[in-house]
Structure formats: C-alpha cells, structure tokens
C-alpha cells in the first residue's frame, strides 16, 4: 500500500505538480465539501419536497410536484450528469447558467403576478398550508429582495450580477475557505461537481429571490431586462458562452432576442398547463387562460 499522503484541501500542491491519481483524489475531496447556499428562511416556509431530483426523472405525475419542483426541475434535467456509480451532478459552469436562468424565471413571475402574490403563494404550498401559509410567506421573500438589492450598493447592474456572478463569488469564497489557492481556481471551474440535490436546493433559492425581485422591483426588471435580453446576441458570445460551459446547446446560432413581455407570455403558458392540472381552483383567482 502506498504512504502517500492524500491531498487535502487544508494543503494543496500547484496542481500541476500533482499526478493524474492526485488531483482525482483532490477531486473526490471537493466533491465532499458542503455547499448548501445561502442560509435563506424562507425556504424553511415553503413544504416539503416528497420528490427527489432523481426520483424527477424517473416522470413522477405531475399532480404530485410543487411549482418549485415543476421549475427547477425543468431547469435541471438537461444539465444533470449521470454515472453508474455516484450522484448526478451538475458541472460547476453549466450550474452557475442554470442559476441565471432559475433567477430570471423567478423575476418573470414576480412580475406577472406582482399584484396577486397571496394568491400566487399558494401555488408553492399545497392546500393544505391553507392561508396563513400565503400570507406569510410572500412579505418574507420580498424583505430579501430588498436586502439583496441593498447590498448592491446602488442601483444593480444586470441580472447577471444580482444572481450568477454572486453565486459564482459564494462559492469560490467557500473554496477559499477550505483552503483553494488562487492558483487552484482555474481547475476548480473546470472539474468542480456539484451533486443535483445541492443544485437542487440552491437554484430553489434563485427562483425565490428573483421572485421577489420581480414583484418588489417591477420598473427596475423591466429595464434590466431590455438591457440584457431586447438586443441581438451576436455570434461571438454566443460561442464564447458555450465554450464557458455556461450554455448547453447543439445551435452556432445565438437565440432571437426577446421582450419581456414576450417571456412573460412564453412562463404563462408554461405555468397554465401546470395550474390546471395541479391547481384549477386558482386559474380564475390567477386571471390565467386555459391554454
């Protein structure tokens, strides 16, 4: 048996110094620190998910999901990495896309319904929660949206900023934490899994917070989202974004752009279908059309 000692994240080599054997051990390490996202309470009111990520795709029926299920899941499916043996997971970029896009969800509903949050809260509860539940719930999610653009120091610059690129400064902060150099993060960005039900959780987060955002801060996600989304992407970024990890598509060709109001439309139609089998009695109380 060999006595070499197995790295640890307390005290790292320059990874290229280490072996091919080394850095999988690295690897497996990393795998195993927690990274359970922000300590948010309002996750602490919303009901418990009977159905796992990977219970998800095995197709459990539809009536049985929570909105948020219904959301993240459809978020998720398509990034998830499977193996024979160990937890699918999501790659470390291909997660942090999967935040914006969970982020920017959660910002088009709050929007369309910022004037119906009690009753929208009871599409993230079951009815059983009853009442109380609502209206408890909504004022807490939009307390954080207001403390998260707080802490932006002015006015925010992009959803990017508001969701993706703090998530990304979370978790290299927890990196750093554990011991990750500088040198490391490189690597880090590149291999660092992260197992579906922690994604799971955290991208749960995303949706909530944009929420919020959305509802708190209608006049500001309109004209962010102009900025961000109501320009042609050109080719360039496109690619560059795929390179990254970021995206996952088969397509050289950038996605059309699209107003918010266009989106809004599109998560409609989407959230339509699931009301109607999940919730009818909340259709008419929604002012949602039977698709």
């Not at 917070?209 to 708190?216: I, P, Q, T, Y």
């Not at 950038?254 to 809004?264: C, D, E, H, N, V």
């Amino acid at each position: 048996m060999s006595s070499q000692k197995t790295p640890t994240t307390e005290s790292f080599k320059p990874f290229e110094k280490l072996s091919e054997a080394e850095m999988d051990q690295v690897a497996n390490e990393l795998r195993r620190m927690k990274l359970d996202g922000y300590p948010l309470p309002f996750l602490e009111l919303l009901p418990p998910q009977p159905n796992s990520p990977k219970g998800m795709a095995k197709g459990p029926s539809r009536s049985k999901l929570s909105l948020m299920d219904h959301i993240v899941g459809s978020l998720t499916e398509p990034a998830v990495k499977r193996r024979f043996f160990g937890r699918p997971y999501l790659r470390f970029r291909r997660y942090l896309g999967c935040y914006l896009e969970a982020f920017e969800f959660g910002v088009v509903l709050g929007y369309a319904f910022r004037d119906k949050l009690t009753s929208f809260a009871k599409l993230l509860g079951q009815p059983a929660h009853g009442e109380e539940f609502s209206a408890e719930l909504m004022p807490l999610i939009q307390r954080n949206a207001r403390a998260l653009v707080a802490g932006q120091g002015g006015e925010p610059q992009s959803f990017v900023h508001l969701s993706m690129l703090a998530e990304e400064e979370r978790i290299k902060a927890a990196w750093r934490e554990h011991g990750v150099g500088q040198a490391q993060v490189g690597f880090m960005e590149k291999h660092y899994e992260i197992p579906v039900e922690i994604a799971y959780r955290n991208l749960a987060g995303a949706v909530t917070a944009g929420l919020g955002f959305g509802s708190v801060f209608p006049e500001l996600a309109e004209r962010l989202w102009k900025a961000e989304h109501e320009y042609p992407v050109s080719r360039e970024e496109w690619s560059a974004a795929k390179k990254l990890g970021i995206v996952a598509s088969d397509s050289e060709e950038p996605p059309p752009s699209i107003t918010l109001a266009r989106r809004q439309e599109e998560i409609l139609a989407q959230l339509a279908s699931f009301v109607m089998t999940t919730r009818p009695e909340l259709m008419s109380e929604l002012g949602i059309r039977a698709p």
